[in-house]
């Protein structure tokens, strides 16, 4: 945060704008906008007794901190005028141009609502939230900064207009922060709600945090020095801030039940590096020389945060056994940590900051989509604001895929929540839940770092119970809407999500790709009536997504560069066949293990032939447009190795039992080992066999032994 809070100039700002904008005329342009501004607003004044274009010149203050544009700096100045003062949308176009123009009027419809209940109210905001996020997410970072600097002349206003100001930050404006990934806005709009909510705990930890600053101050200086003395040692160029929790974020932890000592003995270090490679070196050099503590170490460099942040965090035994919170990163980490998703304005080569910064949110923003999702949904009033509030903005967790990849839920998630997440097929499909190598029920509460696989079967379909175990809304709809569509909306639904991946795979933004000219070329172009018959043609398989979305982009459709012979592949030794294709090289997938009998389906590698997975192998789902059709070869007579998972009743062993009754069948275990136990013990097993009927008499036998909870086929 910059060290001077509040401007009265423009020069004042025109001067932080020069630090990183060079261009005379840009800066003319933004002088003369203020010159507007200010004959527009004159004789106007804030509560605070100040002339009122104090206010709009501060928010445009607060948004040079994350190097905003011109355009939206001009927003910022004039984001009121159009509300309060004479002026029309024409005059500000015809003086400023159409992009300025369009931002100010989103700000404007932000601050217009008319409320009869909070209910109404809420909803209102949300959608127009929701509306600015998805038009032009400039707006949002714009209404952020003025409701921050509102916030910050918050003492101006009696103390009822404080309150309600202050509980709507901390519950729509601080998350959206935090959710655009706009830590520095997130974090001061935090405490300074926390300041009008709860002015005495927000002064108790204040004033804690001050008698034992000095002391803390230095043995954070000094653990500094040691580690930076480390790295310098080891040729790492960095920089290391100490850093200050905020009052809020200890207010958090209070009340989540730690104790005072608890939080406060945590001191806390951040390592900037410049490369990443750097952030694993200096991390190995810290543990070397300090103990870690166990299970506290996350690597957000390899697996960033649904809102993009990415470090590495560690906490080890530091100087006189105190603990120390680290975090590592690149210098470009530590931007995106701060500043999310108006990070984009910070890189001097990027030259289409605003259409990068709209794309990021869409593609890279989970509660992008999870709130478009809602918004779509047919919701009540109710129904709408609690989930939004509940289950998008508030409250959520984290858990991994088993390929590494973080999901976001809201709390209380079960697997059934997660599936649908991934993707509505998966959800549709699943028949069982693991859960860090355990098999779960569906009812499971999933908690924050679980890793989550979800076993499906393509012939298996949603259960009506899954509606009262599902956790969120939005999964309750789409099991529901599974029970009541017909199958043409089915398809709809399902080609609007391929071609909505597909859009995501190559970058390009959904609500720009289907413009009224877009849309009418594809229909053209198809033969069909309207974008519904289009999605509806996606979804039932004759068109391919990727095939639509060549139509806009004219770029070479990708076929299969394999020759297309007459007759089948005939090798006698081949396990599979491929239509009208001969002599290519076919593997079975490593993750599903295919064996004899199960549907599968092929899928072109780039330069390894086709790999062959099972037609219910959650790898596939993305890559619809490079599969082909393969079958199994009749005359082969293999074994074929698959994966089980045996979880027993009890906490006896009884691997030796399991090994001969599949003996018994003449299935050779490869191998077997415990990977877990909670109530019984968890067997992971490599068996041969001969073909899928095999198999299953396999799966029967062990299910008919008493001591077997579950048994099943698993893909890795
Ligand atoms: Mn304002």
């Given at each position: 945060?910059?060290?001077k809070?509040?401007?009265?100039?423009?020069?004042e700002?025109?001067?932080?704008?020069?630090?990183?904008?060079?261009?005379?005329?840009?800066?003319?342009?933004?002088?003369?906008?203020?010159?507007?501004?200010?004959?527009?607003h004159?004789?106007?004044?804030?509560?605070?007794?100040?002339?009122y274009?104090?206010?709009?010149?501060n928010?445009?203050?607060?948004?040079?901190?994350v190097y905003a544009?011109?355009?939206?700096?001009?927003?910022?100045?004039?984001?009121?005028?159009?509300?309060?003062?004479d002026?029309?949308?024409?005059?500000?176009?015809?003086?400023?141009?159409?992009?300025?123009?369009?931002?100010v009027?989103?700000?404007?419809?932000?601050?217009?609502i008319?409320?009869?209940?909070?209910?109404?109210?809420?909803?209102?905001?949300?959608?127009?939230i929701?509306?600015?996020?998805s038009?032009?997410?400039r707006v949002?970072?714009?209404?952020?900064?003025?409701?921050?600097?509102?916030?910050?002349?918050l003492?101006a206003?009696p103390?009822e207009?404080?309150?309600?100001?202050?509980?709507?930050?901390m519950?729509?404006l601080?998350?959206?922060?935090?959710?655009?990934?706009i830590h520095?806005i997130?974090?001061?709009?935090?405490?300074?709600?926390?300041?009008?909510?709860?002015?005495e705990?927000?002064y108790?930890?204040?004033?804690?945090?001050?008698t034992?600053k000095?002391e803390?101050?230095?043995?954070v200086?000094?653990?500094?020095?040691?580690?930076?003395?480390?790295l310098?040692?080891h040729?790492?160029?960095?920089?290391?801030?100490?850093?200050?929790k905020?009052?809020?974020?200890?207010?958090?932890?209070?009340?989540?039940g730690k104790?005072?000592s608890?939080?406060?003995?945590?001191?806390?270090?951040?390592?900037?590096?410049?490369?990443?490679q750097?952030?694993?070196v200096?991390?190995?050099?810290?543990?070397s020389k300090?103990?870690?503590?166990p299970n506290?170490f996350?690597?957000?460099v390899a697996?960033?945060?649904p809102?993009?942040?990415?470090?590495?965090?560690?906490t080890?035994?530091?100087?006189?056994g105190?603990l120390?919170?680290i975090?590592?990163?690149?210098?470009?980490m530590?931007?995106?940590a701060?500043?999310?998703?108006?990070?984009?304005w910070?890189?001097?080569?990027n030259?289409d900051?605003?259409?990068?910064?709209?794309?990021?949110?869409e593609?890279?923003?989970?509660f992008?989509k999870?709130?478009?999702?809602?918004?779509?949904?047919?919701?009540?009033?109710?129904e709408?604001?609690?989930?939004?509030?509940?289950?998008?903005l508030?409250d959520?967790?984290y858990?991994?895929?088993?390929?590494?990849?973080?999901i976001?839920l809201a709390?209380?998630?079960?697997?059934?929540?997660?599936?649908?997440?991934?993707?509505t097929?998966?959800?549709?499909?699943?028949?069982?839940?693991?859960?860090?190598?355990?098999?779960?029920?569906?009812?499971y509460?999933?908690?924050?770092?679980d890793?989550?696989k979800?076993?499906t079967n393509?012939t298996?379909r949603?259960?009506?119970?899954?509606?009262?175990?599902?956790?969120?809304?939005?999964?309750?709809?789409?099991?529901?809407s599974?029970?009541?569509?017909?199958?043409?909306?089915i398809y709809?639904?399902r080609?609007?999500?391929?071609?909505e991946?597909?859009?995501?795979?190559?970058?390009?933004?959904?609500a720009?790709f289907?413009?009224?000219s877009?849309?009418?070329?594809i229909?053209?172009?198809?033969?069909?009536?309207n974008i519904e018959?289009v999605?509806?043609?996606?979804?039932?398989g004759?068109?391919a997504a990727?095939?639509?979305?060549h139509?806009i982009?004219?770029?070479e459709?990708?076929?299969?560069?394999i020759?297309?012979?007459?007759n089948?592949?005939?090798?006698?030794?081949a396990?599979?066949?491929?239509?009208?294709?001969d002599?290519?090289?076919?593997?079975?997938?490593?993750?599903?293990?295919?064996?004899?009998?199960d549907?599968i389906?092929g899928?072109?590698?780039m330069g390894?032939?086709?790999?062959?997975?099972?037609?219910?192998c959650?790898?596939?789902?993305?890559?619809?447009?490079?599969?082909v059709?393969?079958s199994?070869?009749?005359?082969?007579n293999?074994?074929?190795?698959?994966?089980?998972?045996l979880?027993?009743?009890?906490?006896?062993?009884?691997?030796?039992?399991?090994i001969?009754?599949?003996s018994?069948?003449?299935?050779?275990?490869?191998?077997i080992?415990?990977?877990?136990?909670?109530?019984g013990?968890?067997?992971?097993?490599?068996v041969?066999?001969?073909?899928?009927?095999?198999?299953n008499k396999?799966?029967l036998e062990?299910?008919?032994?008493?001591?077997?909870e579950?048994?099943?086929?698993i893909?890795?």
């Amino acid at each position: 945060m910059s060290k001077k809070n509040e401007i009265l100039k423009v020069d004042e700002l025109l001067e932080k704008v020069k630090t990183y904008i060079d261009q005379d005329e840009e800066l003319e342009l933004l002088r003369n906008t203020y010159l507007f501004a200010y004959e527009k607003h004159k004789g106007q004044f804030r509560k605070s007794g100040e002339e009122y274009i104090v206010h709009p010149l501060n928010v445009a203050y607060i948004l040079t901190d994350v190097y905003a544009d011109i355009p939206t700096l001009q927003a910022a100045i004039m984001h009121d005028v159009l509300e309060d003062c004479d002026c029309t949308k024409d005059e500000m176009e015809s003086m400023f141009g159409h992009e300025v123009t369009v931002l100010v009027q989103g700000v404007t419809k932000l601050s217009k609502i008319n409320f009869s209940t909070e209910n109404d109210y809420l909803i209102e905001y949300y959608k127009k939230i929701i509306v600015g996020i998805s038009e032009d997410v400039r707006v949002i970072i714009i209404k952020l900064a003025d409701r921050l600097h509102n916030m910050r002349t918050l003492w101006a206003l009696p103390e009822e207009k404080q309150k309600i100001k202050a509980k709507e930050s901390m519950e729509i404006l601080a998350p959206i922060a935090h959710h655009l990934g706009i830590h520095k806005i997130k974090s001061e709009l935090e405490d300074l709600s926390l300041r009008y909510l709860k002015p005495e705990v927000f002064y108790d930890i204040a004033e804690k945090l001050n008698t034992s600053k000095l002391e803390r101050d230095k043995t954070v200086l000094e653990m500094q020095e040691i580690v930076s003395k480390l790295l310098t040692e080891h040729n790492i160029a960095h920089e290391i801030k100490g850093r200050a929790k905020s009052i809020y974020s200890i207010y958090n932890k209070l009340s989540k039940g730690k104790k005072f000592s608890d939080i406060y003995d945590l001191h806390a270090l951040r390592i900037l590096v410049d490369t990443e490679q750097e952030c694993y070196v200096a991390l190995g050099i810290i543990h070397s020389k300090f103990r870690p503590l166990p299970n506290r170490f996350k690597d957000y460099v390899a697996m960033p945060k649904p809102n993009m942040y990415q470090s590495l965090h560690t906490t080890v035994f530091g100087l006189d056994g105190y603990l120390f919170e680290i975090q590592i990163r690149t210098y470009q980490m530590d931007e995106i940590a701060e500043n999310g998703i108006a990070s984009h304005w910070a890189y001097k080569e990027n030259r289409d900051a605003k259409a990068n910064m709209q794309s990021t949110t869409e593609q890279k923003l989970q509660f992008f989509k999870s709130i478009m999702d809602l918004s779509s949904d047919k919701l009540s009033s109710e129904e709408f604001v609690n989930s939004v509030k509940d289950e998008v903005l508030n409250d959520n967790i984290y858990v991994f895929t088993p390929k590494g990849d973080i999901i976001e839920l809201a709390k209380g998630s079960t697997p059934i929540d997660f599936a649908y997440k991934v993707h509505t097929k998966v959800g549709e499909t699943m028949v069982g839940a693991i859960v860090n190598n355990s098999i779960v029920s569906l009812d499971y509460e999933l908690q924050n770092n679980d890793i989550v696989k979800i076993n499906t079967n393509k012939t298996s379909r949603p259960s009506k119970e899954w509606i009262q175990i599902a956790k969120t809304t939005h999964t309750k709809n789409k099991i529901r809407s599974y029970f009541t569509k017909n199958e043409r909306e089915i398809y709809i639904e399902r080609g609007r999500e391929s071609l909505e991946k597909e859009l995501r795979k190559r970058k390009l933004a959904f609500a720009e790709f289907l413009s009224d000219s877009n849309v009418s070329e594809i229909c053209r172009e198809l033969k069909l009536k309207n974008i519904e018959e289009v999605y509806q043609n996606i979804g039932n398989g004759k068109h391919a997504a990727s095939t639509v979305i060549h139509i806009i982009t004219k770029e070479e459709q990708q076929k299969p560069k394999i020759a297309r012979v007459g007759n089948q592949n005939t090798d006698a030794n081949a396990d599979i066949v491929v239509s009208g294709i001969d002599q290519v090289k076919v593997n079975l997938a490593q993750c599903c293990n295919p064996v004899f009998g199960d549907d599968i389906i092929g899928y072109i590698t780039m330069g390894n032939g086709i790999s062959v997975h099972r037609s219910n192998c959650h790898n596939l789902a993305s890559l619809e447009d490079r599969n082909v059709l393969v079958s199994w070869n009749q005359n082969i007579n293999k074994r074929y190795l698959t994966y089980l998972i045996l979880q027993t009743k009890d906490k006896t062993d009884h691997m030796l039992d399991i090994i001969q009754k599949t003996s018994i069948l003449d299935i050779p275990v490869d191998s077997i080992h415990t990977i877990g136990s909670s109530s019984g013990i968890v067997y992971e097993m490599r068996v041969y066999v001969r073909n899928l009927e095999h198999l299953n008499k396999m799966l029967l036998e062990l299910k008919k032994q008493t001591y077997v909870e579950k048994v099943e086929r698993i893909q890795r």
